[in-house]
């Protein structure tokens, strides 16, 4: 079965550092996104990409996040200056269209600010 | 976006099934309803989507009545590795493609 990859599985960083957290869609898949997930709350919709650009974003998605599809099978999240409070889960998911198809995840970069 | 609600948490025994139900009062005309499934650490895996009456697949089925102001995902003879949180996510079709999680029920297998 085809699967959403993300790596690094586990990425600790210092406060203020910069990270991007990688992800391979699923090859034919046209949509992609990302959600985190702090420990113990809910999954949290982050930002979703089609056709090379944004095509939405939620009110947690501010200028210190920025996403791109760097080379046609990447897709990559970028946290500027990572605050204590990005500490969490981050997945990404591909899809090949919109409602009428479920969402693949990934299995998460496990995110920790210190 | 149509608010849904399901129980906190539910237990079961191994080979029993498991209806959970979940309620979305707001529902609108083009809404999809889906049910994910998720381990500890890992993301959570599609199971299955309908849109009105009854879906079967190889996992689950899903029971949508007439009004489809509410669902009931029904898991047959689980096992211990069916214990996960299951969400239920009512997708509309006309602002895009994200999901918004719920708090979800965490279904408890007991042997």
């Known amino acids: 079965e085809p699967e959403v990859t993300q790596t690094p599985s586990h990425q600790v960083t210092q406060m203020g550092q910069e990270v991007i957290l990688r992800c391979v869609p699923i090859?034919?898949?046209?949509?992609f996104y990302w959600y985190r997930q702090i420990l113990g709350q809910k999954v949290e919709f982050l930002v979703s990409f089609y056709n090379n650009e944004i095509s939405e974003k939620s009110e947690i998605f501010d200028d210190q996040f920025s996403v791109e599809r760097p080379d046609g099978s990447n897709f990559t999240l970028k946290i500027r200056s990572t605050k204590l409070e990005d500490s969490a889960m981050y997945f990404c998911?591909?899809?090949?269209?919109?409602?009428?198809?479920?969402?693949?995840f990934g299995s998460g970069t496990r995110l920790t600010v210190v | 976006l149509a608010k849904t609600t399901q129980p906190i948490s539910m237990d079961s025994y191994e080979g029993q099934e498991v209806n959970i139900t979940c309620s979305h009062n707001n529902i609108a005309t083009n809404d999809y309803i889906t049910w994910y499934q998720q381990f500890p650490s890992q993301g959570p895996r599609f199971i299955i989507q309908g849109y009105k009456t009854k879906v079967t697949n190889e996992v689950a089925s899903l029971f949508i009545p007439a009004d489809r102001k509410s669902s009931t995902l029904s898991l047959p003879r689980v096992s211990l590795s069916d214990t996960a949180v299951y969400y239920c996510l009512v997708v509309p079709s006309n602002t895009g493609n994200q999901f918004y999680f719920g708090t979800g029920t965490s279904l408890t297998v007991i042997p």
């Open positions: 090859s034919n898949h046209l949509y």
């Open positions: 998911a591909s899809s090949v269209g919109t409602v009428n198809y479920g969402y693949t």
